[in-house]
């Protein structure tokens, strides 16, 4: 799969192809993907010395589709502790995704507590793979190996499933761990899905991914659980390991809506 990349690089911009694609239509791409496109555009603009990445929030505007994609890198504020940066997408004029990016001062002789090393119990050999029909739900998760090690992702309720990215974002260029870390991800929502997708759908408006050290690729363990609410809205949330242990934790606002009867019927 080395030689079938996400984004083609078109000057300053980046053209999608059909490995970006997610699972609802042939034409709209999956958050996984332009995430990590986001991701990209924020490694490349180097942070300050001393500075390691803390946090990072993705506010998911519009649907993004195959068009053109712009990113741009802005730095919001430089502090001598903390410093926020914001990466966006541009499509069609208009803005359609940002992350902010904030990166705190780094100090490894600061000891606040013990770090655990724990490895997770069980590592991606012990997983279970996805069956192929269900990795054909897209093209863009026919390019991640996913082992499930706890539930069952065609079941609702929690589970917990190493991922790894096997597709590049752009040709030529190695996945970074921060890449495979994000999307991983983005797909806690779906990992812990809740409810009959038959009667009922849902979509995240958001991503926040907290980190307290770097991670390990290409294999991320994400742990995840959904909790709903009663206006139609709810909250999935996700620990994040690699095979040294865990290494942060995700987040996502979730909006439930029920399907049409013809959605339901089949029709």
């Not at 090690?149 to 309720?157: T, Y």
């Not at 994000?182 to 806690?188: E, R």
């Not at 242990?245 to 959605?263: D, K, M, N």
Request: charged share 20%; glycine share 8%; hydrophobic share 40%.
């Amino acid at each position: 799969m080395t030689d079938q990349c996400m984004f083609v690089p078109d000057g300053d911009s980046f053209q999608p192809t059909e490995w970006a694609v997610g699972p609802w239509s042939k034409d709209l791409l999956q958050a996984s993907a332009y995430g990590g496109l986001m991701v990209r555009a924020l490694e490349r603009d180097a942070p300050a010395p001393g500075m390691m990445l803390a946090r990072l929030s993705f506010d998911l505007w519009r649907p993004v589709t195959r068009e053109r994609l712009t990113p741009s890198v802005t730095v919001l504020r430089e502090g001598r502790k903390a410093r926020t940066v914001e990466a966006s997408l541009v499509q069609g004029g208009k803005p359609v995704a940002r992350c902010t990016a904030v990166y705190l001062k780094a100090d490894p002789s600061v000891a606040a507590a013990p770090v655990d090393r724990t490895p997770p119990r069980l590592g991606p050999d012990a997983g279970r793979p996805l069956p192929p029909h269900v990795k054909g739900w897209s093209p863009f998760f026919t390019g991640v190996d996913t082992r499930t090690v706890e539930g069952d992702l065609l079941k609702p309720g929690p589970a917990a499933c190493w991922f790894n990215l096997e597709r590049p974002l752009v040709p030529g260029e190695t996945n970074s761990a921060l890449v495979h870390a994000v999307s991983a991800a983005d797909l806690c929502s779906g990992t812990s899905a809740v409810v009959n997708l038959r009667e009922v759908t849902f979509v995240n408006a958001d991503l926040t991914v907290v980190v307290w050290r770097q991670p390990r690729a290409p294999w991320i363990l994400l742990a995840a659980e959904t909790r709903v609410g009663d206006q139609g809205t709810g909250v999935a949330r996700g620990t994040l390991s690699d095979l040294d242990g865990a290494f942060g934790a995700c987040e996502q606002a979730l909006i439930f809506e029920r399907r049409t009867e013809s959605v339901r019927d089949g029709r």
